[in-house]
Structures are given as structure tokens and as C-alpha cells.
């Protein structure tokens, strides 16, 4: 069975993004980009909210026409061709190998895991994050925290989310710079 793993990057104050709405700043330096991408390219598909879904989807296809980052122009070819899932009530098709679900979450997830040949790496968001943790869906944290204080008000999980007792599996330091904390959910 696959376990469905949480990614998000968080400032030092523990944001997912600024004030504005800002996500221009996380150090994907090359440690960090071949860490991420050797994730990326194990698991089954990614899975993601609406509202991280269209920042992703209106950015990652033509992403070459955008940037010269390196890190961008690595993952972009992985992220055209792996499989996507949304968890959406309002969405109702995408593109891009994209599978849109508004089912019972608890199922879908149940399905997802129970056929998928990798892990399902739930990539950034909140609220779609503390709802699946309060379920107890979410199998593994990654949480990359990236030397910026942003001050915003989103943070990874909103505000009121449940107790989950977590065991510390690895830390790591990416590019003299990033710090990876990955926990594994105590059943």
C-alpha cells in the first residue's frame, strides 16, 4: 500500500507563503532540487487542492518559456508526465494527466493508496493538509523550512487542526541552507 506523503515548504516563521500571497521564496538549490526530484520521480502521482493545482498547472507546462532555473527546468518534464490528482468540490476536469475528485475524501484516499505503485506526494496547501492529517491520512511529513521570515498567515496546517503524536525519522541540511524535517505519522 502507498503512503501518502505531505511536502511543503515553510519559511523560519512557519509560513507557506507572504502577505500577499507571495511564493517566490524557496532556496531550491541543486541539493534540494535532486532531493525533490528523486522524490518526485518514485512516486505514483502528486496530489494537491484546487488552489495549489492552479498556481501548479499555470505554471509548470510552459514553465521553459518562464525561467532558466535549473531546478525548474528539471522537474518541469517530471511534473508534465506524472499523474495528478485534485481534490476538488468546485473543479470539475484539468489537464495534464489530471484525475479531479470531489468523492468522500477518507475513500478516495483509501482507493488511491491502496492501488498506486508509489507513494502520493500531497504538495503544498493548508487546508486540504490539516484536513487529511485530522483524518489520519497523512503517512509521512516532509517540511522544508527555508531561511526567510515572511510574516504571512497561512500556515501549514490552519488554525484549530488536530493533536497528531509524530516520531522524527530524519533531519537534513540542503545546500548549507534549507533544513528537511521528516516525520512519520505514530499509528
Partial sequence: MADLVYLVHTSLDGCIEGPAGEFDWP???PELSDYANELSNRAAMFAYGRRVWEMMSSYWPDVESISTHPHDLAFAPIWREKPKLVFSRTLTKADWKTTVTNGDLTEEVANHKAT?????ILMGGYALAAELGR???IDEYLVCVHPVILGGNKRPFTEGADRAELQLVETRTFDNTVVLLRYRAKR
Fill in 116 to 120: 498506486a505503485t508509489g507513494d502520493i
Fill in 135 to 137: 483524518r489520519g491520512l
Fill in 27 to 29: 532556496h531550491m538549490g
